[in-house]
């Protein structure tokens, strides 16, 4: 039988059914696209689901492709078993409503016995014990023996998932000979020994599942086949599993040789050896497909790899972060499949590098924290962490709580799960408590409750910035109110009304709400969870009560100016994406009148040129005009048109979707301008990080953008005339000045010097002999603290014992130092007593060594005393 590498393989049956009329797809991304259903990618029918519902079109009746998997329940059984995987690939024929049994099966055995050369000896297949037409096509049309093939029951050869379609299965098996078997003479196909392993599963989907569990013929029969690549690579390069596989062992063996160690000699060495080779090659697969480490969803799982293989690489003596260098080699072996890896690599390598270091900041600390009490828990005699722990080291120190888990095991103990999720809930119960005290909606379920529930607001601000309306309530002081009076700051309940409540981060509106004799001012809008608007203001005159009729009115201008900012918070969006990479998501924004803020995920600072490149991006589409429209669609509808959704909101069955020409198509709530024009332009005016993986750009837009330039320009005139120069010119003439003023105050440097060293044989003849200790003090006015201390070294190497004060009100700032010689030390001075008692005489303070001490003060005028100060408690100090 030849030997293949897995790239081989992957190429040979893509290439066959493509002869076979099939449509090669590439593999889609990890990421599922309008399937919230599952977290990633899990099987190779997964994105192919709504040709098989009838959802949408296939692009052929006949397709094949090699699909990028995760698969994570069995997560912690990786490294300690040979055979689980995060990680893996599936190649797969695909029937929709075209070719049935008869060539699902042929095909295969075509594929197997003529293609790869499989000895037809060590073939045997299972099909449903009720599907004799499986049965006839291996026996009679392929001319497979009897005895060969096993009629199995629906646990094993039938596929259904709830409701809908499904059907038998028929699964292809490769002996590996009576060496790899339990040795028994019963050994056969379905044996839990490792002799007969399954390889293909060719899935027959003919029926239609029902509530009621009938099931009934399909009008569409499809064929879905499954075949992990890893797996016919075990059989086809005769290795006993995937990890000794061409392109996965030298993954692995890169492993061994940056931790020093070798393969199959130690157990323990040999599951950290598995654990990071699978889960480098899965969170690089993650990061290529734009996801971001995180602390939920999709992100978490990347996050849960990227630690758990950082974690067993310090199980193997690796001291430095590795990881990056390992995702080289995964790239390396795996693009040409995915040639998205290579454009994308030094993209991957940064995400897995920046996590990783992350990770390394804080294991360390909470590593001891966590063996120090599990060995406290050991002489107690207890086996269980507790939730409380748990709950410390997931908080404080960034560990998921599986490692922690994962930790307890290998110390034969285990963790309490349920303390833990307490623990949890108490925080989020925290949270949520200050989220409503926050929003002020701690007295709306008081006030709002029994039969005033079912009384909501009707928005009519889409389409009109003036509404008719009647009074429901107000609320003053807290409490429901039948009036309320000039001067009485409140919030008022309509029942229509054309102010937006704050919302989708966009802040409520502003304006007036009018009556016969009454006028308030609204200063914000916010709603209830059950869709009251509340109106806060203050009555700046008349008096209003429930059931008046009113006129609500909004400031259109501002109104304007929100909806410029978060049209363009859409542009925005698109353009990052289309620049900096498809990780790019929203998660979070503030839209207002004078300016907009758009939070973003993505790993590192935006560089000058990214900035002026998604700046220009944005300009661009507005001056481009393109019509902004909205449509309600159903959601499932809107999602399949591709409208972008922000992760984790909650949209109802209906959905607004908002679209700026054929450039940017969202779920979106919040007001907008009709054509991207009015935006004007747009002016990025700050880029930062706010979270782990979190970047924040602040911008404004029309007469916001406009200020700023003018105010900019304003600044620019001004520093034009102080120059004397014209504001063109002005870059050029600042640049001569700053040269100048360097060149001036290296020459007054060097003439300080000058001057400096003069003086010192002028000084050092001022020097007075004390018990054989030279002590000199002066006041050097022109020199600095720094010139002080320099100017103090230079007279005491020259003369010799000594106690040097020098003191100075440079820039009118009082400076003193006192520093001393070893001999004058050796004989009882003490320079941080001496300036201690100096400085006070300055208004300041200070201290320091025997040898050395320095003060400052705030009196200049007290200089002089101070001088004479520490000369006394010199002489003093020596005797």
């Known amino acids: 039988m030849q030997k293949f590498g897995l790239n081989e393989l992957r190429e040979k049956y893509l290439s066959f059914f493509e002869s076979k009329g099939h449509l090669r797809l590439p593999s889609f991304s990890l990421v599922p696209e309008n399937d919230p259903s599952v977290l990633l990618i899990n ?100 001319g497979l023996p009897k005895e060969k093939i096993f009629r199995m029951g629906k646990e094993d050869n039938f596929w259904e998932h709830g409701t809908g379609p499904c059907g038998p299965c028929s699964e292809i098996y490769f002996d590996r000979g009576k060496d790899k078997g339990c040795g028994k003479e019963t050994c056969t196909v379905g044996c839990d020994c490792d002799r007969f392993i399954e390889v293909w599963n060719l899935v027959f989907s003919q029926f239609d599942r029902q509530e009621d569990g009938t099931y009934l013929p399909l009008k569409q029969k499809n064929i879905d086949t499954g075949m992990g690549l890893e797996r016919l690579a075990c059989v086809v390069q005769g290795v006993d599993n995937i990890f000794e596989v061409d392109t996965v062992r030298t993954v692995l063996d890169h492993v061994c040789r940056i931790a020093g160690v070798r393969y199959g000699e130690d157990y323990k060495k040999d599951v950290s050896i598995r654990v990071i080779t699978d889960h480098i090659r899965g969170s690089s697969m993650l990061v290529s497909d734009g996801v971001l480490p995180s602390n939920e969803g999709r992100g978490y799982v990347l996050r849960r790899l990227i630690r758990r293989a950082a974690r067993h690489g310090r199980l193997l003596g690796i001291k430095d972060a590795f990881l990056s260098e390992l995702a080289e080699t995964v790239i390396n072996v795996s693009m040409g499949a995915y040639p998205h890896m290579d454009e994308k690599r030094d993209y991957i390598k940064k995400v897995i590098s920046i996590e990783e270091e992350k990770f390394y900041n804080t294991i360390d600390q ?248 998604v700046e220009s991006e944005v300009n661009s589409v507005i001056l481009s005009n393109y019509p902004v429209t909205v449509r309600e669609m159903p959601l499932e509808e809107a999602k399949k048109a591709g409208a972008t959704a922000l992760f984790g909101e909650k949209y109802g069955d209906i959905v607004r979707v908002v679209s700026v020409g054929d450039y940017s198509m969202e779920l979106c709530g919040g007001t907008h301008i009709s054509s991207s024009g009015e935006a004007g332009l747009i002016k990025i005016i700050g880029e930062s990080g706010i979270a782990s993986g979190v970047r924040r750009i602040e911008a404004l837009t029309g007469t916001g953008a406009i200020s700023w330039y003018k105010n900019k320009e304003r600044t620019l005139r001004k520093v ?73 070294d230079t007279l005491k190497n020259k003369l010799g014992a000594s106690v040097v004060v020098l003191a100075s009100g440079f820039d009118g700032k009082v400076s003193l130092v006192v520093s001393a010689t070893k001999d004058a030390v050796s004989r009882g001075i003490h320079c941080g007593k001496i300036i201690s008692e100096a400085a006070k005489a300055a208004g300041g303070g200070g201290g320091g060594r025997p040898d050395m001490a320095q003060a400052g003060g705030k009196d200049v005028n007290g200089i002089d005393n101070a001088v004479k100060i520490a000369v006394a408690k010199i002489k003093e100090q020596l005797g």
């Open 43 to 142: 099987a190779g029918m997964t994105p192919l689901k709504p040709y098989f519902t009838g959802q949408k079109i296939p692009p052929s009746r006949r397709v094949t492709t090699c699909q990028k998997c995760i698969r994570t329940p069995d997560i912690d059984n990786v490294g300690k078993t040979s055979r689980h995987a995060t990680f893996f690939e599936m190649l797969g024929n695909f029937s929709f409503g075209d070719y049935f049994k008869k060539e699902a099966i042929t095909w295969a055995w075509e594929f197997f016995t003529e293609v790869l050369g499989i000895p037809e000896e060590r073939l045997y297949v299972s099909v449903y014990f009720e599907d004799d037409e499986a049965f006839d096509i291996w026996n009679k049309v392929v």
């Open 366 to 613: 909470g590593m001891n924290i966590l063996e120090e009490y599990v060995d406290e828990l050991k002489r107690q005699g207890s086996d269980t962490i507790s939730g409380s722990m748990v709950f410390k080291l997931h908080d404080t120190y960034g560990f998921p709580v599986d490692l922690t888990r994962e930790i307890a095991q290998e110390h034969s103990m285990k963790i309490d799960e349920n303390g833990f999720h307490e623990e949890m809930r108490k925080q989020k119960e925290k949270a949520r408590e200050a989220r409503l005290k926050k929003e002020n909606s701690a007295w709306e379920k008081d006030l709002f409750s029994g039969g005033y529930k079912s009384v909501v607001t009707e928005f009519t601000g889409y389409n009109e910035y003036e509404t008719e309306a009647t009074v429901r309530f107000i609320v003053f002081d807290g409490k429901l109110v039948e009036n309320a009076q000039m001067d009485d700051e409140v919030a008022v309940v309509l029942d229509r009304t054309p102010f937006y409540a704050e919302s989708g981060g966009q802040v409520g509106d502003t304006g007036v709400i009018t009556g016969d004799n009454f006028k308030m001012t609204v200063n914000d809008c916010k709603k209830t969870s059950d869709g009251k608007y509340l109106h806060y203001g203050k009555i700046e005159s008349g008096m209003v009560q429930v059931n008046d009729r009113v006129i609500a009115k909004v400031d259109i201008e501002r109104r304007k100016c929100t909806a410029r900012n978060h049209t363009t918070t859409h542009i925005l969006h698109r353009a990052l994406k289309k620049i900096l990479g498809d990780h790019v998501h929203q998660a979070g924004s503030l839209v207002a009148p004078d300016r907009l803020r758009f939070d973003f995920t993505h790993f590192s600072p935006l560089t000058e040129e990214q900035i002026e490149a």
């Open 720 to 792: 034009a005339e102080i120059v004397k120069s014209t504001p063109d010119d002005t870059p050029f003439k600042v640049n001569n000045l700053v040269e100048e003023i360097k060149n001036l105050q290296k020459e007054l440097n060097s003439i300080k010097d000058k001057l400096a060293n003069q003086s010192v044989n002028d000084l050092l003849n001022k020097a007075e002999d004390v018990s054989g200790v030279k002590v000199l003090a002066a006041r050097l006015d022109q020199l600095d603290m720094t010139a002080l201390r320099n100017m103090a």
